[in-house]
């Protein structure tokens, strides 16, 4: 779609619908899609979230916070959320 965010191409575990972001106000949610409980949110202070387990499907995330898609067998690609400039 006109809003789709290629993170790789060439990692084959990462389907092409792994997730989905929401802008809610001035804060990001996310929601596995295709990946299920293999995407998962590491906050800054460590902990470990899986939006497919929470109770609305999808939950904030923050600068500092990583959002991590994993093969289940030890391989992750991580994106860092991070504050953009002001437009």
Not at 54 to 76: C, F, M, W, Y
């Amino acid at each position: 779609g006109r809003n789709d965010v290629v993170v790789c191409e060439r990692t084959e575990f990462v389907s092409r619908r792994a997730g989905r972001l929401f802008r809610v106000g001035n804060l990001l949610e996310v929601a596995a899609v295709d990946q299920g409980d293999l995407l998962l949110v590491r906050r800054a202070g460590g902990e470990s979230v899986r939006p497919a387990r929470s109770a609305r499907g999808r939950i904030g995330v923050k600068p500092g916070d990583a959002i991590e898609l994993a093969d289940g067998r030890g391989g992750t690609v991580r994106i860092l959320v991070q504050r953009g400039a002001p437009a």
